[in-house]
Nanobody, 120 residues
Framework: QVQLVESGGGLVQAGGSLRLSCAASGRTFSTYAMGWFRQAPGKGREFVASITWSVGSTIYADSVKGRFTISRDNAKNTVYLQMNSLKPEDTAVYYC?????????????WGQGTQVTVSS
């Protein structure tokens, strides 16, 4: 099993920045990639960004390209999401997730989430 703990959420004004962290523990070697997802009130969970542990390949949702950056620190088993130029529509609970498969886009492990609120 892999345990994921997010931190770094909070309240920020539009145009501001936040950095989320996701600390992974347990059988982290079993994960191929890590991702960030978010869920706004009344909406479904949506993909934000992902990164592979090995070479650091990244993918971003169009809505965050150029504003958010995902990174990882393999020595610390930690993944980060730097969020800049935040907008009120970025308000959501942000979840960290771990994926085992290199082929299928299924995330097997999930954190408890951290709230991000962007005020206008």
């Amino acid at each position: 099993q892999v345990q994921l703990v997010e931190s770094g959420g909070g309240l920020v004004q539009a145009g501001g920045s936040l950095r989320l962290s996701c600390a992974a523990s347990g059988r982290t070697f079993s994960t191929y990639a890590m991702g960030w997802f978010r869920q706004a009130p009344g909406k479904g969970r949506e993909f934000v960004a992902s990164i592979t542990w090995s070479v650091g390949s990244t993918i971003y949702a169009d809505s965050v390209k150029g504003r958010f950056t995902i990174s990882r620190d393999n020595a610390k088993n930690t993944v980060y999401l730097q969020m800049n130029s935040l907008k009120p529509e970025d308000t959501a609970v942000y979840y960290c997730a771990g994926r085992q498969s290199r082929v299928t886009n299924v995330y097997n492990y999930w954190g408890q989430g951290t709230q991000v609120t962007v005020s206008s």
